[in-house]
């Protein structure tokens, strides 16, 4: 059973840092491409960066490029977010999703609140 566990959310004051991990279990980690996507209530889920098998070639949303960046470590089957210069728009609940041959799979998600 394929498992994905999202955690380093919480709340942060504008203008700071959190850095989200997805952990894997259940799947061949190194082989699947990896994404980070995010929801606030009432709007459909929305891209925020993917990175490839080996890591490279990450790719940001616009709203989000110059200030996340996307990681991951095959070794350790997780994935990473840092997440810089936050803004209150940032509030979401971010979700990560494999893809690894036809399938894909979601976490449960970790909350993000930026406020002050």
């Known amino acids: 059973q394929v498992t994905l566990v999202e955690s380093g959310g919480g709340l942060v004051q504008p203008g700071g840092s959190l850095r989200l991990s997805c952990v894997a279990s259940g799947l061949t980690f190194r082989m699947a491409t990896m994404k980070w996507y995010r929801q606030t209530p009432g709007k459909e889920r929305e891209f925020v960066a993917t990175?490839?098998?080996?890591?490279?070639?990450?790719n940001y949303a616009d709203s989000v490029k110059g200030r996340f960046t996307i990681s991951r470590d095959n070794a350790k089957n997780t994935m990473y977010l840092q997440m810089n210069a936050l803004k209150p728009e940032d509030t979401a609940v971010y979700y990560c999703?494999?893809?690894?041959?036809?399938?894909?799979?979601w976490g449960q998600g970790t909350q993000v609140t930026v406020s002050s």
């Open positions: 999703k494999a893809l690894l041959e036809l399938s894909a799979y």
């Open positions: 990175i490839t098998q080996s890591g490279g070639s990450p």
